[in-house]
């Protein structure tokens, strides 16, 4: 009985002292995923073909209202034609989820494009996926579907 006391005291000192550890290294990843996501943001924004390549996975799948799901070759395509630009390109509410070599941020856009002549208002909620490989993060899956509106 003594020893079962022992080894359950022990793992608990040793799970407290790796706790900090695993807390300082989850903030750190927190901290870098933040960044990505106002990169990702502000390369919308830019129409910054070259940096929405740095941040997307080669194995990237885009799904979004309205549109055929898209690989990442088709969206940076898009990109790449000009054919419409962001006014407004805004989260909020988002929250980071990291498991181990992954994460799944989620949250609200609210977005202004213009294609042509004509200017198109976006309220969605979306869900990112992220991996990490050789310690960079890359975006491997987004989604987004319609915020449901208020009822007034």
């Not at 359950?8 to 990843?29: E, H, N, Y």
């Not at 996926?129 to 975006?139: I, L």
Request: aromatic letters at 8%; a positive charge.
């Amino acid at each position: 009985m003594v020893n079962i006391v022992i080894v359950a005291a022990l793992l608990s000192v040793t799970a407290l002292a790796q706790s900090p550890m695993a807390g300082a290294d989850m903030s750190k990843d927190s901290k870098t995923l933040s960044q990505l996501e106002n990169a990702w943001n502000e390369a919308h924004v830019k129409g910054d073909a070259k940096g929405l390549d740095e941040l997307w996975d080669v194995d990237l799948v885009v799904t979004v209202p309205e549109m055929p799901r898209m690989t990442k070759t088709q969206s940076l395509a898009i990109w790449k034609s000009g054919k419409f630009k962001f006014e407004r390109y805004q989260t909020s509410d988002v929250h980071i989820k990291i498991y181990g070599d992954a994460a799944v941020v989620t949250g609200r856009l609210q977005r202004t494009r213009t294609m042509g002549d004509r200017k198109v208002e976006d309220d969605w909620l979306f869900t990112k996926f992220y991996v990490r490989a050789k310690d960079s993060w890359q975006v491997v899956a987004f989604h987004a579907s319609v915020a449901p509106q208020e009822k007034k």
